[in-house]
Structure formats: C-alpha cells, structure tokens
C-alpha cells in the first residue's frame, strides 16, 4: 500500500511540471437578477479578466491555475470582490456576483469601491461569512461544514470537542435555526439528539456549499424560532454548460458529486442544470479494525436542480437526507473503557430527509422580486437503551418517534425611494407522534399531535446621510393552534439595527431585538395518563442588546469589539431535576421527553473581540477572543447557577498561508476555560446501571479541565489537462493536549466478566491526550 503511494505521489510530482490553463466563468446581475452587460471582471493583481455579455455572462480563459480574489466592478454600483477563490483545471464553479446600485444595500459582505469592507444593514453586527475554499481546507474540519461554523468567534466547543452542537454565546445547543438557500433544515447532523441540535457529524457536502454565514445576534425577521444563532447556507447552482464530477475520500467518509446541464441541445447553456451527491461513512470498518466496540454507519445523499424559466422566473428545487444507524460489537477482548462504552452506548436507528421548491419572481419594472417556498421535512428516531447492551436485553428506554413539517413561506422584497422594503409570511403544518417507554423512571405513553403555526415579519432598511448612518427596522410575530401561544400580539418581536460611521474607516453599531421560539415537539407532546401536560407552555423569549466599533483597516482586513446582553424569559424548566434544560441536550439522548414548566431565567453577556484578514499576500486568517458569562435559574427565578457552557473564555484562531507550486499550510487553534458539569449521583447509578443518572442538585460543584487544540493541516494540489487533485495530510491535536471529559463510570467485574455483587461503581481514569494524523484527497474531472 504504501508502496503503490508513493509511486502516485512521484508519478503526480512529476506531472505538476505541466503548465495547463483553464477559464473562469460565472454571472454578474442587479438586485433583482437581471443581467448587467459589459461589467468587469478580473483577477487581483494579474491582466486576466473579461466583461459581461447579453446574459451577465463572463469567462475569463488563459488562467493558471491558483488561488486569486476575483474583483468586479460596474458603473455605477458597488464592487465586489470574491476572496481566495481556487482554480483547477476541472471542477472550477461559476462565480457569480449580485452587485447593487451605490445608494443600496446587499445582504452579504462585500468590498465597495470605496475599498471598505461592510455587512448587511438588517445585521450590521455579530455575522462572519465563509467561503467554499475557506471550509473545504479547514484545519481539524474533516470537511464538516458544522464543525468548521464552531470554529467562528463567540462558538464554544461541546464537551470533550466530539460533537457538532452550537453553542454561541453562552447559549443552549438548540437556540440555533439552520437554513439552506432559504429552506429551514430541522438538524443538519448526523445522530441528531432529537429536540435539541447538534450531533457528532455534520451531513453537509462542502462540494454544494457557496458560503456559510453565521449571525450570533440582530437576526433578519424572516427567520422563526432562533434564540441565539442563525446559519446559512448558500448552494451553489449546478454547472449550465458542461459536466464535472468530484470525489473525496477523508478520515472518515467517502463522498462523489455530480453536476451538469440538462436539456442542453445545441445550445452553449441549458435553462436546467443539476448537482447531486451522496456520501457513505466508513468508520464502522475502522473502528472494527482497532478493536472498538461502537458501529457508527451512515449515508447521506443531497440535490439541488435550478431551472430558468424566463429572464424574469426561476425554480430551484433541493433536497438532503440521511439515513443513520449506531450499534455496538461486543466481540474481541473487552477492556474497563471499553466495556464502559459497550454497557451505556444507546442503539440509535434515524432517517431524515427535506425537498424543498422555491420560486423567484422578479418584476419587470426592476423594483424588486418574491420568493415562495413550500418544504417538508421529516426526521424518524428508534432510540433505545439495554441492560444488557452485548444481547439487547432487559430493555429499560425506547423513544419510536416521527416529526414532520410541510412548510410554505412567502416574502416581497421591494425598493423605492431608498428604502428595501420586505415583507411576507410563513404557514406550517406539523405532525408527531412517539411511543416511550422508560421503566427506570416508571412511566410509558403513547402520543400524536398535529397542529398549525404561522407568522407574519417586514423589515425597512434604508441609509441616511451620504450613506454614513444605516437603519433597519424590523418584527414578526408568530403563533399556532396547539399551545396558548394563539395570541399573536404576545410574540410580538420588534428589532432595531443602527450603524454609524462617525469617522472614515470608523462605525459604531448597536442593535436591540427580541426573539421567541415554540418548544421542541418533545415537550408538547409529552404526555402523562393521556394528558398533555406542556401544552400551557409558553414560548421561550431572549431580548439581545448589542453595542461594537469596528475599524476597516483596507480592502480585505477588519478589526472590531462588540458587547453583548442576552436576557431570557420563560425558560422551560424541567419538574423532575429542577434545573433549566437549558443545561441539557448535549448527548446522545433525547431532550424534553418529561414535565416542565416555563418559570426559568436566563442571561448571558460579554465582550467579544475579532479580527479578520480576508486572503491578502498569500495569507488569511480570523482571530477572536470571547469573555462571557451564562447563567439560568430554576424554579427560584432569584438564583442564578452557571450553566454547563459558561467557560468564560474562549480563543479562536484560524489562518493559512498560500505557498508557490500549489502548497498550502493552515492552522485552527481553539480554547475554552473550564466550564462546570453536573457531578454524577453514584447510588442511584449504582443500582440503575448502565443508566447514568446525574445530581443536579450539585450542578458546578465541579469543572472540567480547559479545552485547548491545536490542528495543522497540509495541502499540495496538481492540476492537468482532465484532472486536478488535492491531497491533504492533517495532524488533530498535535500539541497532544487532554481533552476535557465528564467523569466515566463502569460496574464491576469478574475475570469471566460477570458483574460482582454487591454491585461496585468504579470511576475509569481519564485518558491522556492523543494526536490524531489523517490523509485525504479530492478529485475533480
């Protein structure tokens, strides 16, 4: 094996010396997606480029191959620049540009011709964007568009680091809303913790992704449900003239893509094009091969098709779903942590999938366009717990559960007078049902519900004073036929942003907002002698107050410090533990399946600095210091405790630099201050083993160590005539620092591996810090 490596890498080494060219194509277009004729295009700092045809179109041929910032410029709009873009001699994407008249706005960062980088008007603060080739080359990111959005200022890292949930802020994992080219997706993770978010492994292909953007506070009204985060993302449009395919193999997946036109004929286009994919997980191979006894398997498949009807229509219609399932292999020797892992994994059988179709009508009269959407989306969960794991025995837990939504959301965007006016609705129908079981805590039901929600949003921006004061102004309310949260004036949720620059190169910004989110479809559903017991539960509310500066420091660099106030209100609160689940839905399991009542409190607040380097002399980088504070009460609404993220402290740093002969080196360092956790209470999970039963009652009587890693990453790509080739080498954790880990627990045992009576719980000791090395490679052709 190593033999046949080594032959391709000297065989690829020796082609590299090739000097092949290639094209770069894409669209330039207006506001309303019309195309823009004769606008400029060109790579940074070389003579490449080209203008616009009847069609926006632009191809820019007899380009190397490398990394560039590709400009655009028109007259008398804004320009754009698109940030450390990679070329290949196959597989390169059309890159596309939306530009705006000089006296509007865009809701995504761009360069003006005045060389200031800015952000949209709605969300001023609190938002970073990241492009394709920034995700796909992420240090420690296994191609994971989740675990690389953890990475951005203000995320704090899950517990131990192992898993995808975002907790920003100082927030709770499920306050995050998670939107694809604008359809809402439930979860995006693979092993989903069902009424929370997150989950070991995102289900996203990079090879989709445009870009990721994350705004942490000043969310757009469009958006229902988010308390603390919303990530977007954009998918790029399959390619209209020719066919490619990619195929990637990393630490722990394989995954092929496929896009071209369809309906092509004669024409040098097609009015349809497609991109389509599926990936298959391999860890359940290697994990048999070292000897460990989890079987984590799973496929995830992805689609977007976009037809253009006319100049003035288009449809796209997208899909993404998985199918997971998690088993344990009790053969081999076992040892103490091992055997841990054997008793208390939970066996876990998922199915999710989304398709949506959205319509884009753009007037004619150039003064705006609407959007329509109609999605649904479905998530099936067989979660289930053992005695005895090894025979799937003594069954103590089972949660059989389907959730479904069918979706229609309706926005008009309209420009007069300066001002971008928006507006519109959304409609929700959704069904669920759930047969639980839990013989440890004595109660069983059998529940399905279904019911509408709805609501209603607008939002006006416009800018004042030759364009140095940005104000928007925005709400929505929303409500629904279950729960008592039918008065729409009682979730009502105005927001205000404000950015001012006082001084060239210079703003202050501020933004206030309240927010609301219905319970998960767990706690609604809940039921106990076949009565629902939450339905009178309210909707969670968080009202943010945000203050920054930021200094532009040129064209593709920027500096800044914000500080931020989250307060809560009506935080549900579980009867059973007395404690905020605010402080649960971390793990494998199941969040809200009990009694609450929404009596809790909550804050969080802190100071956040960042700077950003977007790709400038071969480098780019981002690093951001957050300070915080998280605290929620229970029933005593006077008492705050310190939630399980409250780690005070965390430092975030990513950067690459851009090597000649197609190298690059990139680095992802982050940290975390050690946050408390709930202590567990031995007795009871002496008796209740494998189930592990925690005292939150002492909840931050103790803290785990600080979260501290360091991942070092190496590209080298080739590029030939019908084929290009990254090949990358990676080293996780190479400081080899111990990540933090709640203490583990395992029942004693015999020589022959019977457990010993009286039952004895004994603490496992906590593993050193390990390296972890990966390769990989992607092929375009």
């Given at each position: 094996m190593k033999k046949h490596i080594i032959i391709l890498f000297l065989f690829l080494s020796f082609n590299s010396f090739t000097q092949v060219k290639t094209e770069i194509t894409g669209y330039v277009k207006d506001k309303t997606d019309l195309p823009l004729i004769g606008a400029s295009v060109y790579l940074e700092n070389t003579t490449n480029g080209a203008t616009t045809d009847a069609n926006g179109y632009y191809s820019i041929t007899n380009v190397t191959p490398n990394t560039y910032n590709l400009v655009v410029s028109y007259l008398g709009y804004d320009g754009q620049t698109r940030y450390n873009i990679e070329v290949k001699s196959v597989g390169n994407q059309l890159y596309n540009f939306i530009l705006l008249e000089q006296n509007q706005n865009l809701s995504e960062i761009v360069v003006s011709n005045k060389n200031k980088v800015t952000r949209p008007r709605e969300t001023p603060l609190s938002t970073q964007t990241l492009s394709a080739v920034e995700i796909a080359t992420y240090p420690g990111g296994n191609n994971d568009v989740v675990r690389v959005a953890q990475s951005l200022p203000g995320i704090s890292p899950s517990t131990g680091g192992f898993r995808n949930d975002l907790i920003i802020r100082g927030g709770a994992p499920n306050e995050a809303v998670y939107y694809l080219d604008g359809v809402e997706i439930p979860n995006i993770n693979h092993f989903s913790t069902q009424g929370s978010s997150g989950g070991p492994v995102g289900m996203l292909n990079v090879s989709f992704i445009d870009d990721v953007s994350l705004a942490t506070s000043a969310f757009g009204s469009q958006y229902d449900n988010p308390l603390s985060g919303v990530l977007q993302f954009?998918?790029?449009?399959?390619?209209?003239?020719?066919?490619?395919?990619?195929f990637r193999l990393s630490a722990s997946e394989a995954a092929i893509t496929h896009e071209g036109p369809l309906f092509k004929g004669k024409n040098k286009e097609s009015k349809t094009s497609y991109i389509i994919s599926a990936r298959r997980s391999y860890l359940q191979f290697l994990f048999k091969m070292i000897g460990l006894p989890i079987r984590p398997d799973y496929w995830d498949y992805q689609y977007k098709i976009t037809h253009k009807i006319d100049k003035y229509n288009t449809l796209n219609l997208i899909g993404l779903g998985s199918i997971d399932e998690f088993e344990i292999d009790a053969s081999g020797t076992i040892d103490e942590d091992e055997q841990s892992t054997l008793d208390q994994t939970p066996f876990i059988e998922q199915?999710?999938?989304?398709?949506?179709?959205?319509?884009?009508?753009?007037?004619?009269?150039?003064?705006?366009?609407?959007?329509?959407?109609?999605?649904?989306?479905?998530?099936?969960?067989?979660?289930?717990?053992?005695?005895?794991?090894?025979?799937?025995?003594?069954?103590?837990?089972?949660?059989?559960?389907?959730?479904?939504?069918?979706?229609?959301?309706?926005?008009?965007?309209?420009?007069?007078?300066?001002?971008?006016?928006?507006?519109?609705?959304?409609?929700?129908?959704?069904?669920?049902?759930?047969?639980?079981?839990?013989?440890?805590?004595?109660?069983?039901?059998?529940?399905?519900?279904?019911?509408?929600?709805?609501?209603?949003?607008?939002?006006?921006?416009?800018?004042?004073?030759?364009?140095?004061?940005?104000?928007?102004?925005?709400?929505?309310?929303?409500?629904?036929?279950?729960?008592?949260?039918?008065?729409?004036?009682?979730?009502?949720?105005?927001?205000?942003?404000?950015?001012?620059?006082?001084?060239?190169?210079?703003?202050?910004?501020?933004?206030?907002?309240?927010?609301?989110?219905?319970?998960?479809?767990?706690?609604?559903?809940?039921?106990?002698?076949?009565?629902?017991?939450?339905?009178?539960?309210?909707?969670?509310?968080?009202?943010?107050?945000?203050?920054?500066?930021?200094?532009?420091?040129?064209?593709?660099?920027?500096?800044?410090?914000?500080?931020?106030?989250?307060?809560?209100?009506?935080?549900?609160?579980?009867?059973?533990?007395?404690?905020?689940?605010?402080?649960?839905?971390?793990?494998?399991?199941?969040?809200?399946?009990?009694?609450?009542?929404?009596?809790?409190?909550?804050?969080a607040y802190g100071l956040e600095f960042l700077f950003?380097?977007?790709?400038?002399?071969?480098?780019?980088?981002?690093?951001?210091?957050?300070?915080?504070?998280?605290?929620?009460?229970?029933?005593?609404?006077?008492?705050?405790?310190?939630?399980?993220?409250?780690?005070?402290?965390?430092?975030?740093?990513?950067?690459?630099?851009?090597?000649?002969?197609?190298?690059?080196?990139?680095?992802?360092?982050?940290?975390?201050?050690?946050?408390?956790?709930?202590?567990?209470?031995?007795?009871?999970?002496?008796?209740?083993?494998?189930?592990?039963?925690?005292d939150y009652n002492r909840l931050g009587e103790d803290k785990l160590g600080v979260f501290s890693q360091l991942d070092v990453r190496i590209d080298k790509k080739w590029n030939f005539k019908k084929l290009s080739v990254d090949l990358f080498f990676e080293i996780q954790n190479i400081l080899m620092h111990k990540s933090p880990e709640t203490p583990e627990y395992v029942i004693q045992r015999d020589d022959k591996g019977n457990i010993t009576e009286p039952r004895n719980l004994v603490q496992l000791a906590e593993e050193d810090g390990k390296s972890i090395p990966t390769i990989g490679i992607v092929i375009d052709f």
């Open positions: 954009s998918q790029r449009e399959g390619n209209n003239r020719k066919h490619n395919t990619n199915r999710t999938n989304t398709i949506g179709l959205s319509w884009k009508n753009r007037f004619k009269n150039g003064k705006g366009f609407m959007q329509t959407t109609i999605s649904n989306n479905l998530l099936v969960n067989d979660f289930s717990r053992y005695k005895d794991n090894e025979n799937q025995k003594d069954l103590y837990f089972k949660n059989d559960s389907r959730e479904m939504e069918t979706k229609l959301r309706y926005s008009l965007t309209y420009y007069t007078k300066d001002w971008r006016l928006v507006g519109g609705f959304n409609t929700q129908r959704s069904d669920y049902k759930n047969k639980t079981i839990d013989t440890n805590e004595g109660f069983q039901y059998n529940t399905k519900i279904n019911f509408m929600k709805y609501g209603l949003f607008a939002n006006a921006t416009k800018s004042f004073f030759d364009q140095r004061l940005d104000f928007s102004f925005g709400f929505r309310t929303d409500g629904d036929s279950f729960t008592q949260g039918n008065d729409l004036l009682s979730t009502f949720s105005p927001r205000l942003a404000l950015s001012y620059e006082f001084i060239d190169d210079w703003k202050i910004k501020a933004s206030v907002g309240r927010y609301f989110k219905l319970p998960p479809y767990t706690i609604l559903g809940y039921k106990e002698n076949d009565v629902f017991l939450n339905k009178n539960i309210n909707y969670t509310q968080s009202d943010h107050y945000v203050l920054g500066i930021e200094r532009i420091l040129g064209p593709s660099s920027n500096i800044s410090v914000e500080g931020f106030y989250k307060r809560y209100e009506d935080y549900p609160v579980s009867v059973r533990d007395q404690v905020s689940l605010a402080n649960k839905g971390a793990d494998f399991n199941v969040l809200g399946n009990e009694e609450v009542k929404s009596v809790g409190k909550g804050r950003q380097q977007k790709l400038s002399h071969r480098f780019y980088g981002i690093f951001s210091y957050t300070f915080f504070y998280s605290e929620f009460t229970g029933f005593d609404r006077s008492k705050y405790l310190p939630s399980v993220w409250d780690s005070r402290h965390l430092i975030s740093f990513t950067g690459g630099y851009k090597l000649k002969k197609n190298w690059e080196v990139s680095a992802r360092y982050r940290f975390a201050g050690g946050t408390p956790i709930v202590p567990v209470n031995t007795e009871a999970t002496t008796a209740r083993y494998p189930d592990i039963v925690l």
